[in-house]
């Protein structure tokens, strides 16, 4: 038997040398080299023929005194085993008893013979016959296996949104499943052996080619490269991921992987950049209409404002008429508010193009809190508000833009004041917070605000419902400024309020805003 084991055991060894086709369910398969694309034969039969060609091989040499004829016959059993098998045991077994029968010949004749070398002789071609049909059942089974994993794949290719592809060393087609020829219209001649750059379009982006050409010279896998080819249906554009192939050398092969047809996808894609590109045009030009109108408002307002403040404290004498006096007041307030408002404007208008200038100038926080406080002293006693501050005495000193900080203090303080009845309070908080920066915050005990609005109050021109319960009606502007002002010097806003109870708005600081105690 050691003559089956040696020819098990090399077979054994020979399939680890043949390419594995992956199937979950059934394991590895195998094709036998430079046979992946022949038919397979029909085994049963082969079996059958090497089988009845061992026995009248066999019977003969019983029968007759032929004995280099019989060991000719014996060592011809190898061919069908190298059919059967591509495995050189079960030849080597025949060999070896076709010597045997020729160096001792057969039973009668003038030949001497040990009954143990002809014994041995005709036991090691039945061992080689034995073998063969072993292992070329077992080759029957790998070839069953082989076909249903085929065609397994073939299918799920057919059905499947994917294609797949394949190049060799210079990066030329050599294979394409058919759902590449389905999506691309064109025919098997006219891709195979052609390079992928043949029908590239041009404009495809630049930082992407690049990419993909630097992972195809490095030999690198590359994943969702996206590209537009020309198709003789029109362009389209697919995404393709691919790896590398090696020979067992490590010498290059070509590349192997999927294709997927992504057009809508990038037509979408596309439409959508285009509108952002025409909604950030469109907010520009705003921007900019809104920032030249407002510079050619200001001028006469302001001389509304100076010559209605003339008229109003009768600089250049008496009015003739308490009622001017009134009306010239009345001029004077309306304008005010309407500059503040084309301020605000063209604060926004600067923020939203970039042209906001800010400086960068060290400030002590508790100078420019209190300087804020004192500014609103005088409104917050006509409306009957008490403002108290609880400031620490760790507050340090910040760099940033101290007119844009007092602004934002400013529009906070005008905020609680315009919506806190009267005898109400507001007090202003600065600490230190824990993420080791400061936080100010102006807290209330007015109307508050609706819980399901404070997102809305974010953005430009929006106005909380309970509007009309405020002193004075506002623009919409002031808590959206307050947000880009403190953003453009690294902080953050927040704002917190229970309709009935009151608001609380907090600007904080980040720590490397900071400045060190002098």
């Known amino acids: ?37 022949k038919p397979v034969p029909n085994q049963i039969v082969a079996v059958t023929a090497a089988i009845l060609y061992g026995a009248l091989i066999l019977g003969a040499d ?38 045997f029968v020729s160096a001792g010949g057969c039973f009668g004749g003038e030949a001497v013979v040990d009954p143990t070398l002809t014994l041995a002789a005709r036991g090691y071609a039945i061992v080689a016959l034995v073998g063969a049909g072993l292992l070329a059942s077992s080759r029957i089974k790998s070839d069953q296996a082989l076909h249903l994993a085929v065609a397994r794949f073939t299918d799920l290719l057919e059905v499947s949104a994917d294609w797949i592809w394949e190049t060799d060393a210079d990066h030329r087609y050599t294979f394409l499943s058919k759902r590449a020829y389905d999506l691309t219209g064109y025919e098997p001649g006219d891709l195979i052996g052609r390079r992928r750059p043949d029908f590239v379009v041009e404009g495809n982006s630049g930082s992407d080619v690049t990419a993909y050409m630097s992972d195809l010279i490095a030999r690198r896998p590359f994943h969702g490269f996206e590209y537009w080819s020309k198709t003789p249906g029109g362009h389209r554009c697919f995404a393709i991921s691919g790896k590398p192939l090696f020979d067992s050398k490590g010498a290059f092969m070509g590349y192997r992987g999927a294709g997927r047809d992504v057009t809508d996808q990038a037509q979408i894609a596309q439409k959508l950049e285009q509108a952002t590109l025409e909604a950030e045009a469109a907010n520009r030009a705003k921007s900019e209409f809104l920032s030249t109108m407002s510079h050619e408002l200001r001028t006469p307002l302001n001389a509304v404002i100076g010559f209605s403040e003339v008229i109003g404290e009768q600089i250049f004498g008496p009015a003739g008429s308490p009622k001017y006096v009134e009306y010239a007041n009345d001029i ?113 005990t007015g109307v508050g605000i609706p819980s399901g609005e404070i997102k809305a109050l974010m953005q430009p021109f929006s106005q909380a419902s309970n509007q009309k319960a405020a002193r004075e009606s506002g623009t919409g502007l002031g808590l959206y400024l307050v947000k880009r002002l403190i953003e453009e010097q690294d902080g953050e806003f927040t704002l917190e309020s229970e309709e009935g109870v009151g608001a609380c708005a907090t600007i904080s600081v980040p720590p490397q805003r900071l400045l060190a105690a002098a």
């Open 1 to 37: 038997m050691s003559g089956w084991w040696f020819a098990h055991r090399y077979h054994n060894q020979q399939l680890t040398k043949w390419v594995s086709l992956t199937s979950p369910s059934l394991g590895p398969t195998w094709i036998p080299h430079g046979e992946s694309d």
């Open 62 to 99: 019983l029968m007759l005194n032929a004995g280099d004829v019989i060991a000719i016959a014996y060592l011809g059993m190898a061919f069908p085993c190298l059919w059967l098998t591509w495995s050189p045991g079960p030849i080597l077994c025949a060999a070896i008893g076709a010597v």
């Open 332 to 444: 004077q307030a309306s304008g005010r508010h309407l500059l503040d408002m084309i301020n605000d404007i063209l604060d926004i208008s600067r923020i939203e193009s970039g042209n906001l200038d800010l400086a960068d100038e060290p400030m002590v926080l508790t100078d420019v809190i209190t300087q804020a406080m004192k500014i609103m002293e005088e409104r917050a006693r006509r409306a009957n508000v008490r403002i108290d501050t609880m400031l620490s005495a760790s507050l340090p000193r910040m760099h940033g833009d101290k007119r844009a900080l007092t602004q934002v203090l400013l529009n906070l303080l005008s905020n609680a004041i315009k919506f806190t009845p009267d005898g109400g309070f507001i007090k202003i908080i600065g600490a230190r917070n824990a993420t080791g920066g400061v936080s100010i915050s102006v807290t209330d």
